[in-house]
């Protein structure tokens, strides 16, 4: 039994059933005022920065462990939107989780069935967020594909996502989505950025 805490994005792993069902790191719930994020380094949850404005995360949000933004996840926009300028922002694959739950603490874990993903270009590196239901959920635990979920709550989301780090005088941060896409390109983001975390962290183990 392992008597110490462990790294919530080296430490867990992906799920015996990824990429259809994964593990996800709860940093964030639509509760929280104060935006955390993950310490690299430590392992520990962190305040990135305080929810000056109005911008509320509609959804669980957190990380898939063991995955990584490198080159394998950027070359889709390489070759499907012919963005050759894009790159990986070298961070765990986001995850969005649907439930119908208040859940009301991050730093906790959870698993989660990817439906589909939104493509958002953060200042010119792919910053993928995966779109998931926490998996049994009463009210979206049956869905299996972004088809299935409601305009208005991809609008949220979407909404949320291109002006989240943008206030009134905000010049520098140029967030825009490109594409949303369902469950089988989910599943092979997943595992593009698995990819992309065994060759940024494992390659030398093996």
């Known amino acids: 039994m392992n008597k110490f805490i462990v790294h919530p ?14 593990n996800a790191f709860i940093e964030v719930t639509p509760s929280d005022t104060v935006k955390y994020e993950l310490d690299k380094e430590t392992g520990l949850l ?7 404005f109005s911008n509320i995360c509609p959804t669980l949000y957190g990380l898939i462990p063991q995955t990584y933004c490198g080159s394998r996840v950027a070359e889709i926009c390489w070759t499907k939107f012919g963005r050759p300028d894009i790159v990986g922002d070298g961070d765990p694959l986001d995850i969005c989780v649907l ?7 991050g730093n906790i874990l959870l698993k989660a069935i990817p439906i589909g993903g939104i493509k958002l270009i953060d200042n010119n590196e792919a910053d993928d967020k ?5 998996k049994d959920d009463a009210l979206y635990g049956e869905w299996r594909d972004i088809s299935q979920c409601p305009k ?25 989505i490109i594409d949303i896409y369902g469950r089988e390109e989910a599943l092979n983001i ?17």
């Open 46 to 52: 962190m305040i990135d920065r305080p929810q000056l």
């Open 130 to 134: 995966i779109i998931a239901v926490l």
């Open 9 to 22: 994005w080296h430490g867990i792993p992906l799920g015996e059933k990824y990429p259809d069902i994964v």
């Open 99 to 105: 439930t119908e739950k208040l859940v009301t603490q």
């Open 152 to 176: 208005k709550v991809l609008e949220r989301l979407e909404h949320y996502f291109l002006t989240y780090k943008r206030g009134p005088n905000s010049i520098k941060n140029k967030c825009e």
């Open 190 to 206: 997943i595992q593009l950025a698995h990819e992309d975390y065994k060759g940024e962290f494992l390659s030398d183990c093996e």
